[in-house]
């Protein structure tokens, strides 16, 4: 949990060094001020099932057990393995960055989501990806952002059972991976993405 907060906050950092300049004042700032908001999560949620055991609320550490199991099962996928299904037809790719799709681009095709608004897009997404088998999510690391909205996903998906299945994958280093990997980038801006513009 400790981990994911500090990429969080890497996250964090690496937008704001992208928009300006940031100081080291700032940075000091950002360090103090920032709640660690994962760490603390799994300290309640650890003292909650605690008390749950201690009370005999299996039931509740059962299902918590299964939503774990579930956001276990999402799997990675790489950037030269995404590279040659790009253009197929049954592949989605959603994009969860906020700001930064604007001014560093995207995968050619791509579908916006952004993790600030994912959840109350969910329902168009779902409709947006009717007739795919999988979708690749992304942010730009791929640490917190795309795997938290593609667990959401899932877990979408699972409670509307007659959506079919789909495969969630979440494409490993997100975009910053693929792009310092020498990948094609499209900086077209067109919404949505028409997958034509791009360029190695
Ligand atoms: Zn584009």
Known sequence: ???EDCSMFAEILRSLVRIRQVGLFEIIILI????FPHAIKAQFAAKEKNKKTMSGEDETA???????????????ITGSQLLPLI?????????VRDDERSYDGHIAGSLHYASDTFMDKLPN??????GKDTLVFHCALSQVRGP???RRFAEYVADAKDLGVKDIVVLERG??????SG??????????????ESKP
């Open 1 to 3: 949990m400790f981990a």
């Open 125 to 130: 997404l779902v409709e947006a990806t009717k």
């Open 32 to 35: 103090c001020c920032f709640p």
């Open 175 to 180: 975009f910053n991976g693929w792009e310092s």
């Open 87 to 95: 253009r197929r037809p049954n592949i989605a790719i959603i994009d």
């Open 148 to 150: 938290k909205c593609a």
């Open 62 to 76: 059962a299902s918590e057990a299964a939503a774990e199991e579930m956001a276990r099962s999402i799997t990675y």
């Open 183 to 196: 990948r094609p980038v499209c900086r077209c801006n067109n919404i949505p993405c028409k997958g034509g």
